[in-house]
């Protein structure tokens, strides 16, 4: 049996990742007290059902505490068992509740919103580690839509390598297990004829190769990646997300992420992600 566990912080976009794991064929239970978890995963296999996503979160009171408990005993019953989870910035997180005008499920007389969101990161704290972690700051649905896709599909046996780009001007992502700052290199954003495009077009990507320093920063890069990958892979890490960040998100890291995972797709399982890019 596979099982897929949602969690993360409310109003982080759990609904739409279920919603992906439903249209892909998964049999899906949301708001499930985490105490029921081995229970409802035994009757469904008994049931004959191969595919389950649970969504799991602080709605389920001081229970979901115990997920990591409870994830333990379903790896030794033989369930592969894998938890995806979205986190927000707190400013993110706010204004989408404003927007929806939803009631934070820890509020109560006595904690204002940003309160009850902090208290909520202290209950989760512990699954956040265990889990690949999305940053839903600056997702639109869609994109949130294929980043669960992409998790979904890749091989978990396996350690995958994510290159993301992203702007520090929107901050920076909190899911990166590594971030490289690459605003000191020359920013195409001030050419006029090359503001228009991106790190994966043509007349970019000839502008910084010609950059000695751009060359060097992706060799120290990649060097550091080689060396420390072996220990990452001997941790059991599932994924690994390195971001690469510049001004805008639009040239330099959105190069240099497509360069990193040129390299490395030929040794590793390699996604790409770039936050600021629409299309």
């Keep these: 049996m596979q099982l897929f566990l949602i969690s993360g912080l409310s109003g982080s976009g759990k609904s739409v990742a279920l919603h992906v794991l439903e249209d892909s064929g998964y049999y899906c239970v949301d708001n499930l007290p985490a105490e029921l978890l081995p229970a409802l995963t035994d009757n469904l296999r008994q049931a004959g059902y191969a595919r389950i996503a649970v969504s799991i979160d602080v709605r389920s009171s001081g229970s979901v505490q115990q997920l990591p408990h409870y994830i333990g005993q379903l790896k030794q019953r033989g369930v592969d068992v894998h938890l995806l989870f979205l986190d927000a910035q707190t400013d993110t997180l706010v204004k989408r509740f404003s927007e929806t ?8 007389d006595r904690l204002t919103l940003p309160e009850c969101i902090q208290r909520e990161r202290g209950l989760l704290a512990d699954i956040a580690g265990i889990g690949h972690r999305i940053d839903t700051s600056e997702l639109g649905a869609n994109a949130l839509r294929a980043w669960v896709k992409d998790f979904i599909r890749v091989d978990r046996a396996r350690l995958t390598l994510l290159f993301q780009s992203f702007g520090y001007k929107n901050g920076i992502p909190l899911d990166a297990d590594f971030v490289f700052d690459i605003r000191c290199l020359p920013n195409p954003h001030y050419d006029p004829v090359l503001r228009p495009f991106s790190g994966r077009d043509a007349a970019v ?8 320093n751009v060359q060097k920063m992706y060799d120290d890069i990649r060097g550091f990646i080689e060396n420390w990958l072996p220990c990452f892979v001997a941790d059991n890490r599932s994924y690994l997300t390195i971001a690469i960040g510049c001004t805008g998100g639009q040239h330099r890291s959105v190069y240099l992420a497509e360069k990193l995972a040129r390299h490395f797709e030929a040794q590793q399982q390699v996604l790409v992600r770039h936050r600021e890019l629409t299309t």
Excluded: K, Y
């Design 101 to 108: 005008r939803r009631r934070h499920p820890l509020s109560d």
């Design 205 to 212: 990507i000839e502008f910084l190769e010609r950059i000695p």
